[in-house]
């Protein structure tokens, strides 16, 4: 128990932890989508990806955005953890009965051109619930030092779903509930899981002193004002990485949205590893906030082992895909029946994870910073690109199912490249971006020599190879902060 007390997040080791665990449990999700693929019919598929993804999407509100202050303030009061994730429970639980009540007349299944079981969409909506309780404890964790106990938590909820996709395909089962059922279960599981570690590692306090954490905790008042921000941007976060599939999902049917999703399986793989940095960085960057030098410091740790990961997202990523996309799923998402190959439309979506790679340090400094509604302001100004650039390439332009395939990943990756522009201009770190030009130019200009040399088949991706030049810095940012 004292040892954990005493444990303090480190960006390098919890980045570490966290990044290896989300690989892991994407691998996981990898093979749980192949036994899903092939159990299941591309339609019914579909039906299963869609309405996890749009619950997933309507819930997420729920949040109300405390998680995000418990990772961020959590280490100046460990004492307070325990106490501050019951409290944000409470408040959850209050914001999610008209949500609910709200999904259950409404019906939004039916805006998404599909019309699966009542069942399916119950276990959905349950399964996004469990992922919204998952926060809190995990944050506490994060807060305490121990991300190693969070990482664990979210390999054991992708055992326990992949085992039971497994178990259903070993039978024979075809029934698109059934294996609902297994991903909400698993589910289930990592939310236990991650509430039962942080009841055991959080030191305990006869009388908790909410000024400790900071003086937003002092009054729900107080505390849900300066969640407000985040609770938006969560509201709308979501939009910004699932609204291409569902324009999709609008213009061609559900089993054109079941290719787009096959072919973002290992894009979205991929975007663990800068979600894990910005959760491993939140709680650093909180705590130096008010020290300029310190935050630059971070910063430029940040970004040196952003630097060093792209090539091997880039190229390995690409080398995966290609090698095990084509044994691993049905040829009819590989060979262009429904209009283009899933491995061609990865190979677009690659510009958009390394933006969002690169974006990594400006955008958790948006989220720790004194101005949380500037990272509002982000989030909504992002979702407002993607909207009328998906709309005008999906909608407006694409005319065959080939192009709206190819329209959205597009679409997703400029997206991404304004996510990026609109981090350096909205974090006020105009002065660090400049200090390293050269370097942002050699990344930029590689990646797109990669990227169109590998969706194009040619040789240009030959001319991103200067990439591998960032490994060594990348691999001293990541030594200096393991500890």
């Not at 089962?173 to 990592?190: I, N, R």
């Not at 008042?221 to 599939?245: N, W």
């Not at 909205?426 to 169109?452: K, P």
């Amino acid at each position: 128990m004292a040892a954990a007390a005493h444990r303090t997040p480190s960006s390098g080791r919890d980045a570490g932890w966290l990044v290896s665990a989300d690989l892991l449990a994407v691998g996981l999700a990898f093979l749980g989508q192949i036994l899903l693929v092939r159990a299941l019919a591309a339609e019914h598929y579909g039906w299963m990806v869609l309405a996890i993804d749009l619950y997933a999407s309507l819930f997420l509100v729920i949040d109300l955005g405390l998680p995000t202050l418990l990772a961020r303030d959590g280490a100046n009061a460990p004492g307070a953890v325990r106490s501050a994730v019951h409290r944000t429970y409470r408040l959850q639980a209050l914001a999610a009965v008209p949500f609910v009540v709200l999904a259950l007349l409404l019906r939004p299944d039916g805006w998404l051109n599909m019309a699966p079981p009542t069942a399916l969409l119950v276990l959905a909506g349950l399964t996004a619930l469990a992922h919204v309780a998952s926060y809190a404890p995990r944050s506490g964790l994060r807060a305490l030092g121990e991300a190693r106990l969070e990482a664990a938590s979210k390999v054991v909820e992708r055992l326990v779903t992949v085992a039971g996709y497994g178990v259903l395909a070993s039978q024979g089962s075809t029934s698109v509930v059934a294996f609902t059922l297994a991903f909400f279960t698993g589910a289930l599981v990592g939310w236990l899981m991650a509430l039962v570690a942080v009841h055991r590692v959080a030191p305990k306090e006869p009388t908790v002193h909410w000024e400790r954490l900071g003086e937003d905790w002092t009054s729900n008042a107080s505390l849900l004002m300066a969640a407000l921000p985040f609770a938006i941007t969560l509201g709308v976060l979501p939009y910004v990485v699932r609204l291409e599939k569902f324009l999709v999902a609008g213009a061609g049917g559900a089993s054109l949205a079941a290719v787009f999703h096959v072919a973002q399986l290992a894009w979205l793989a991929g975007l663990v590893v800068p979600a894990a940095v910005r959760a491993a960085l939140l709680p650093v960057l909180g705590g130096v906030r008010d020290r300029p030098a310190q935050m630059r410091t971070e910063l430029n740790r940040a970004l040196d082992l952003c630097f060093g990961l792209l090539p091997f997202g880039l190229f390995g990523g690409y080398a995966l895909v290609a090698l095990l996309a084509p044994v691993a799923f049905p040829a009819v998402y590989i060979d262009g029946t429904y209009g283009a190959s899933a491995v061609d439309l990865f190979a677009v979506l690659l510009a958009g994870w390394a933006a969002t790679l690169l974006a990594t340090p400006t955008y958790a400094h948006l989220m720790a910073g004194r101005h949380p509604w500037r990272f509002t302001q982000f989030i909504f100004l992002v979702l407002a690109v993607a909207a009328a650039v998906g709309y005008l390439l999906v909608v407006q332009f694409a005319d065959h199912d080939g192009a709206v395939l190819v329209a959205a990943a597009t679409a997703s990756s400029v997206s991404a490249v304004m996510l990026l522009v609109l981090s350096w201009l909205l974090s006020g770190q105009q002065a660090f971006i400049a200090a390293r030009r050269d370097e942002w130019w050699l990344a930029s200009l590689c990646s797109l020599l990669v990227v169109v040399g590998l969706a194009t088949h040619t040789w240009w991706w030959v001319l991103g190879l200067p990439l591998f030049a960032f490994s060594p810095q990348g691999w001293r940012a990541a030594r200096a902060t393991l500890v």
